[in-house]
């Protein structure tokens, strides 16, 4: 039976089965090639805001949710929801909704500190690549489970485990072949109301995803280095 085949249903109080694990050990030498091959194709990855209309190989995005459906997450509750996002009225909504609330960030209900930290970045209150890019994936994040008959069930680790998700989900479009952005306009409440969400999920992220328009252009910056990041104990 394929994974997409199966259904998962909540292990709430099941006791714990174990299951064999016995991975293949990778020898070291391609354990290096990969690791190094990996590093340089994610020191690619940048956050893109011009985009092409061009559509995208659907099945690719479904894959990259698929493999951000495989993060870890508080209790295996596995509490995110992907909206993927087509229509292109749809895209409209949430852009009108979300530039709405963006001027009134950019209007002074950022700070001064927050506007000075974006202002390397050249954002604004504009934000076409919600409609520019052929697809969004609107992720919601299940602050508890909600059954059917109405009874609901805490999530644990909720905020951590869609982050990891959604880091997941760039990384697996980017080495797609896609672009992507992370966009969190504030604040998102709009979003529950113009996907028709249920009432335990609360957006998380809108990610459009597509290529790269001829005429894109990225803020020219450094990331930080490897002896910037890491501590050795």
Known sequence: MSPDTQQWTPTHGQPYRPAAYRPARMPGQESLARAAELRERMDERRTVRHFSPDPVPEQAVRDAIACAATAPSGAHQQPWTFVLVKDPEVRQQIRAAAEQEEALSYDGRLGDEWLAALRPLGTDAVKTHLTDAPALIVVFQQRYWLGPDGAKRKHYYVDESVGIAVGMLLSAL??????????????MRFLGHVLSRPENEKAFAVIPVGYPSDDCEVPDLLRKSLDQVIVEV
């Open 174 to 187: 980017h080495l797609s072949g896609l672009a992507a952005l992370i966009h969190t306009p504030s604040p």
